[in-house]
């Protein structure tokens, strides 16, 4: 049996109101460890907007493409991130691969959308003013992002296909 090795390709999605609240979770693996929604490409050919879709899903129950939240209602920053992969998750990829390409996308949703958890990767969830999610993120790149939120918000995105 091969091991799977995660795919160094990845997404955040950060999760907003029109107020600009953003939903964030808390690793169930690391205590105190606030984030967006992230997550790998599960084959190096899915497109991000696949990925993006399933790890919502996945994280958060929250289903694009519904009626409640519209495909459109994804966005593509078109930005992305090349981080070094912390050392406690580099097992998860093949040897030798110590860095991560993360693609950034806005996913506004109604006010007061629910948000059913997986509990094997989150034990919390929270809905905070923009800076103060910020503020929370232990991920340096998920704070940036989230600081961006306002210019992106006001239609600096594109709709993903």
């Not at 030798?96 to 693609?103: A, F, K, S």
């Not at 790149?141 to 239609?155: H, K």
């Amino acid at each position: 049996m091969t091991r799977a090795y995660k795919i160094p390709e990845s997404v955040l999605v950060v999760i907003h109101t029109p107020a600009l609240d953003v939903l964030l979770i808390e690793r169930a693996d690391h205590p105190g460890f606030w984030q967006s929604v992230t997550g790998s490409k599960d084959h190096p050919d899915e497109p991000l907007g696949e990925t993006c879709a399933r790890e919502v899903r996945e994280e958060t129950g929250i289903v694009i493409g519904s009626p409640a939240v519209p495909a459109d209602a994804l966005r593509d920053w078109q930005l992305a991130n090349l981080y070094e992969i912390y050392p406690v998750w580099r097992h998860r990829y093949a040897p030798g691969v110590t860095q991560n390409t993360e693609h950034v996308f806005g996913l506004q949703v109604p006010a007061g959308t629910a948000v059913a958890l997986s509990p094997r990767e989150h034990t919390a969830s929270v809905w905070l003013p923009w800076r103060e999610a910020a503020d929370r993120c232990f991920s340096p790149s998920n704070a940036e992002a989230i600081l961006q939120l306002p210019r992106f918000a006001q239609g600096g995105a594109k709709p993903t296909p």
